[in-house]
């Protein structure tokens, strides 16, 4: 019953906004400010009326425009409240209604726009919502190259890797220039990365990679109980090939040597455990517990320097 009222809610209010327009000011080239309400576009060209001026409808060229400012409607304010309150759910449902009316005029010049959008595109990726959060990240992925832009086509990849999609990530990330060293973006390349050579199975490569990435983002970031987690998989997954096959031939570097002695067992034990006591609020605490032994303690690994990434400061 509460997911059929929320979708007619959010049906009711889509068609409000598509009737009512989308209320904006531009700021023409000729320095002039115009109020104005969008009511859709043919190419180029914005259909739309004055403020206050409903029956007046005008057409415009996009290329006459220097700024464009939306207006953020109440319910955003209230979305923002919602979000600090970790409400996600609800800080969705009343972003999207305003977002979906602007997805249309995204690459209107100087607009503010996309910073709202990479907002509900996050709060769709961190409530577990990949495929609504790629959509919106491959609309601004699309748009002249920012900041944003390059934000979000890595975001884009990571959704792709997130879906299991690693071949469609890993083309991505070849497109791109390599993000700087210690950047938020390296460290989700070197996750990407990481889940690409897990997916084949080269645990050893795939630790090596995300060893790299994980030195690097804050611990604040959402991304780095990932990058914990899947450290985790790692040393797990090369745990349980040494029980029970004869050592790898796949290329790891020096790796191998540095984990030789080390109970591989005990430090993913450690890191899943780290997971769900330190970050209790994301969902890779929740894939974490699902893993922890109960019957075996935490201990530290057996002194080998880089057994344990999340050791590193940050």
Same mark, same amino acid.
């Given at each position: 019953?509460?997911?059929?009222?929320?979708?007619?809610?959010?049906?009711?209010?889509?068609?409000?906004?598509?009737?009512?327009? +989308?209320?904006?000011?531009?700021?023409?080239?000729?320095?002039?400010?115009?109020?104005? +309400?969008?009511?859709?576009?043919?190419?180029?060209?914005?259909?739309?009326?004055?403020?206050?001026?409903?029956?007046?409808?005008?057409?415009?060229?996009?290329? /006459?425009?220097?700024?464009?400012?939306? +207006?953020?409607?109440?319910? =955003?304010?209230?979305?923002?409240?919602?979000?600090?309150? #970790?409400?996600?759910?609800?800080?969705?449902?009343?972003?999207?209604?305003?977002?979906?009316?602007?997805?249309?005029?995204?690459?209107?010049?100087?607009?503010?726009?996309?910073?709202?959008?990479?907002?509900?595109?996050?709060?769709?990726?961190?409530?577990?919502?990949?495929?609504?959060?790629?959509?919106?990240? &491959?609309?601004?992925? /699309?748009?002249?190259? &920012?900041?944003?832009?390059?934000?979000?086509?890595?975001? +884009?990849?990571?959704?792709?890797?997130?879906?299991?999609?690693?071949?469609?990530?890993? /083309?991505?990330?070849?497109?791109?220039?390599?993000?700087?060293?210690?950047?938020?973006?390296?460290?989700?390349?070197?996750?990407?990365?990481?889940?690409?050579?897990?997916?084949?199975?080269?645990?050893?490569?795939?630790?090596?990679?995300?060893?790299?990435?994980?030195?690097?983002?804050?611990?604040?970031?959402?991304?780095?109980?990932?990058?914990?987690?899947?450290?985790?998989?790692?040393?797990?997954?090369?745990?349980?090939?040494?029980?029970?096959?004869?050592?790898?031939?796949?290329?790891?570097?020096? =790796?191998?040597?540095?984990?030789?002695?080390?109970?591989?067992?005990?430090?993913?034990? #450690?890191?899943?455990?780290?997971?769900?006591? #330190?970050?209790?609020?994301?969902?890779?605490? /929740?894939?974490?517990?699902?893993?922890?032994?109960?019957?075996?303690?935490?201990?530290?690994?057996?002194?080998?320097?880089?057994?344990?990434?999340?050791?590193?400061?940050?």
């Amino acid at each position: 019953m509460k997911t059929f009222l929320l979708v007619f809610l959010v049906a009711v209010n889509l068609a409000h906004a598509e009737s009512a327009g +989308v209320p904006v000011t531009f700021r023409m080239k000729g320095g002039k400010e115009s109020e104005m +309400v969008l009511l859709g576009r043919e190419g180029d060209r914005l259909l739309m009326h004055m403020k206050g001026a409903e029956t007046a409808k005008t057409k415009m060229e996009i290329s /006459k425009i220097l700024e464009t400012r939306f +207006v953020y409607p109440a319910t =955003v304010k209230q979305a923002e409240q919602a979000y600090n309150q #970790n409400q996600l759910d609800k800080a969705a449902f009343l972003l999207e209604p305003t977002v979906n009316s602007w997805l249309p005029y995204l690459d209107l010049p100087a607009n503010n726009a996309v910073p709202l959008v990479m907002t509900l595109a996050d709060i769709f990726r961190h409530t577990n919502k990949v495929k609504e959060a790629q959509d919106l990240f &491959s609309k601004v992925s /699309k748009l002249s190259k &920012s900041t944003d832009t390059v934000r979000a086509t890595m975001w +884009v990849a990571y959704c792709h890797a997130a879906q299991d999609q690693v071949e469609e990530a890993a /083309k991505i990330l070849e497109t791109m220039e390599p993000p700087e060293r210690g950047s938020e973006q390296f460290s989700m390349a070197q996750l990407i990365r990481a889940r690409l050579q897990l997916s084949k199975k080269n645990y050893h490569a795939a630790l090596e990679e995300i060893t790299q990435g994980i030195a690097f983002p804050r611990i604040e970031s959402d991304l780095f109980p990932e990058c914990l987690f899947i450290s985790a998989e790692c040393y797990a997954a090369i745990a349980a090939t040494q029980q029970t096959s004869q050592p790898s031939s796949e290329n790891t570097g020096g =790796v191998q040597l540095i984990l030789g002695s080390t109970n591989l067992t005990q430090v993913a034990q #450690n890191l899943y455990l780290e997971i769900a006591t #330190n970050f209790p609020d994301t969902p890779w605490a /929740k894939k974490s517990q699902s893993k922890i032994q109960r019957s075996m303690p935490p201990v530290k690994a057996g002194g080998s320097e880089g057994a344990k990434p999340s050791s590193k400061e940050h």
